[in-house]
């Protein structure tokens, strides 16, 4: 019975585990550039009663074994870089990637993190920083004379001067891949940083060497589904109370046992 106790009791951990990547789901789908997360389980020791194959006492074999699960743990959490839908907003720095990349950012330690979310602004220099004043690396500076800004899908940015003046190349924009983007390590404010997971960072042109194009006017919005994440939640509701009901049983037949006379 304390087997039974203990194998339900860490079906309750993962099952909160799962609930806790769902709410933070839930709670990022307005999150421009969020990338959704899934829990991955596995099973735990197994405790081996008798081996498959082992021999009985009539000489033959036992086709299968006796063996005890002890439960389950979370192996993983995994973020889908799938593309969210395009939002259309019409101001010339909001961009979206239509495809595979991030744009790089300069922190403020100095080091450089990665995000999907192309909600850029102009700071009090001109330079093109996002939403926590970090400027986009290479940097690039908007002039205070420039009447508008253009920016092309291979990321070429330019600015116009005049009514009829012709546009000036201010700029170029670059992406940055990585072999395997579901190492990435989170960071938050939509960050992310490499790992020895993720692999070397691999910078480039827009629309070059499998980088996706850069689109002005647009952002990325969360490519989490309400309907998915409502469906897995009543999913993983159902089996955390499923669990609790094996401890409640387990603790029944326990006390059943101790009342024996």
Do not use: C
């Not at 009663?49 to 993983?76: D, R």
């Not at 395997?180 to 692999?199: D, E, H, Q, R, V």
């Amino acid at each position: 019975m304390i087997k039974a106790l203990n194998t339900a009791a860490t079906g309750m951990q993962a099952q909160q585990t799962q609930m806790e990547v769902i709410s933070n789901n839930m709670a990022n789908i307005g999150t421009t550039g969020f990338k959704k997360s899934r829990a991955e389980f596995e099973d735990l020791l197994y405790q081996t009663i008798k081996e498959p194959g082992a021999p009985n006492s009539e000489g033959t074999q036992h086709p299968v074994g006796v063996q005890t699960g002890l439960g389950v743990k979370t192996a993983a959490t995994q973020k889908s870089f799938e593309m969210g839908a395009a939002k259309i907003t019409r101001n010339p720095l909001d961009l979206a990637i239509e495809g595979n990349g991030f744009f790089p950012i300069q922190m403020t330690n100095g080091e450089i993190g990665y995000t999907r979310d192309g909600t850029f602004h102009k700071d009090a220099t001109g330079r093109i920083v996002d939403k926590n004043g970090n400027p986009l690396v290479p940097e690039i500076v908007v002039p205070p004379n420039a009447s508008g800004v253009s920016i092309e899908d291979n990321g070429v940015v330019s600015i116009t001067t005049a009514l009829n003046a012709a546009p000036q190349q201010i700029g170029q924009i670059q992406l940055v891949n990585f072999v395997n983007p579901a190492g990435l390590k989170s960071i938050g404010k939509n960050l992310f940083i490499p790992s020895t997971s993720s692999g070397a960072p691999l910078q480039g042109v827009p629309g070059e060497n499998n980088l996706g194009s850069v689109s002005q006017g647009q952002l990325e919005a969360s490519n989490v589904n309400m309907v998915e994440e409502m469906t897995n939640l009543i999913s993983t509701q159902r089996s955390y109370e499923s669990s609790s009901k094996v401890i409640q049983a387990a603790d029944q037949m326990l006390q059943n046992a101790n009342n024996l006379r």
